[in-house]
């Protein structure tokens, strides 16, 4: 069976540009999360969603970060516009409803 | 609010030695507990879960039993293997309905032939 799926595994862009993170869960999950991992903070939750609707958005550093959900197989995590502090692993993760999180494998993020 | 500390690494040993990484946890109520592995360049893996109180969680050799006393995870194997090293996540998931996890600082093992 297909895992989560996170694109793109690398990204490097020059501060100001907008970028998007993708990811797309495993068919059947309700639960689709977003964290991002640095050596600074750990893992940390940005958003999660329960059938589509963001539930839990405490974690979104700040209005340059935009999370949607528009199905139940394709998220997408924004940044607009980019700082170099942003640089980090994002992760996606699924589940459902009592059932542990399983992980993409992150798309590594470097801002210049 | 929940959180979870973990032991400082790395942790160096070598091949068959017996490993622990404690774990201790902060939260309201019976949160459950988790184990997450994390290779290089890949995303976290389930090592294993318990849910409630003296429940032992297992998976490939590694143990964790959950102690509500101690507030403790402490993750553990007997004979370890070059290839179990990664970084190890210990993690809690409250009782709460809140469905995100709060994660330990990971712990970096390295095994030596």
């Known amino acids: 069976d297909a895992g989560v799926i996170q694109s793109p595994r690398h990204e490097v862009t020059e501060m100001g540009q907008e970028v998007t993170l993708r990811c797309k869960p495993i068919?059947?999950?309700?639960?689709l999360f977003w964290y991002r991992q640095t050596m600074m903070r750990g893992l940390e939750l940005l958003i999660y969603?329960?059938?589509?609707?963001?539930?839990?958005d405490s974690g979104m550093p700040e209005d340059r970060f935009s999370a949607k959900m528009p199905n139940a197989s394709f998220s997408t995590l924004k940044i607009q516009p980019s700082e170099p502090r942003d640089s980090a692993v994002y992760f996606c993760?699924?589940?459902?409803?009592?059932?542990?999180?399983?992980f993409g494998d992150g798309t590594r993020l470097s801002i210049l | 609010g929940d959180s979870v500390t973990q032991m400082e690494g790395p942790v160096t040993l070598s091949e068959e030695a017996f490993l622990t990484i404690n774990c201790t946890y902060t939260?309201?109520?019976?949160?459950?507990l988790f184990w997450y592995v994390q290779y290089p360049g890949e995303g976290l893996q389930l090592l294993l879960k318990?849910?409630?109180?003296?429940d032992k969680g297992s998976n490939k050799g590694f143990e964790a039993t959950y102690r509500k006393e101690t507030t403790s995870f402490h993750l553990e194997k007997g004979s370890v293997q070059v290839s179990d090293s990664a970084v190890y996540f210990c993690?809690?998931?409250?009782?709460?309905?809140?469905?995100?996890?709060?994660f330990g600082s990971g712990t970096r093992l390295q095994v030596q032939p």
């Open positions: 993690a809690l998931q409250t009782d709460t309905g809140r469905r995100a996890l709060t």
């Open positions: 318990a849910t409630k109180a003296d």
């Open positions: 068919s059947g999950h309700d639960y």
């Open positions: 969603f329960n059938n589509n609707v963001p539930i839990d």
């Open positions: 939260a309201t109520g019976y949160p459950s």
């Open positions: 993760a699924s589940s459902l409803l009592s059932q542990p999180q399983h």
